[in-house]
């Protein structure tokens, strides 16, 4: 029986496995399906996101049905302010009011940090 080389740093001995190549073309064709595979997905989420900048802010938020004297109100705000958009009109209202929640909390309460 032959003896195997010792790797230095390892107790057991190295084996060389001959590296094997194939013709099977059924194979390589498989492998060039899911490249192009890959591609038509990535090309489809480029799409979807320019789709989406495109889009006027309008068209981007969720439509919100509101009575007509709050459309009149929101209208009102929208003009006084130079806003561009109801969905801005309606992120600032959103963000003010979490800010009178965060202020109005009483400050002698502990926190739960």
């Known amino acids: 029986m ?15 496995v ?8 059924h194979i390589t064709k ?11 997905l990535l090309n489809e989420r480029k799409r979807e996101t320019q789709k989406l900048k495109e889009l006027k802010p309008e068209q981007r938020y ?3 049905r509101v009575s007509h004297q709050v459309f009149k109100e929101l209208k ?3 003009e006084e302010k130079g806003y561009k958009s109801f969905g801005e009109v309606v992120k600032k209202l959103l963000n003010r009011y979490g800010e ?14």
């Open 2 to 16: 032959h003896s195997l080389p010792h790797h230095p740093f390892v107790d057991y001995p190295t084996y060389y």
């Open 18 to 25: 001959h590296p094997t190549y194939t013709n099977d073309k």
């Open 30 to 40: 498989q492998f060039f399906n899911c490249i192009d595979e890959q591609e038509k």
């Open 62 to 64: 969720p439509k919100i």
């Open 76 to 78: 009102a705000i929208q």
């Open 100 to 113: 009178d929640i965060r202020i109005s909390t009483p400050s002698s309460l502990p926190s739960c940090n």
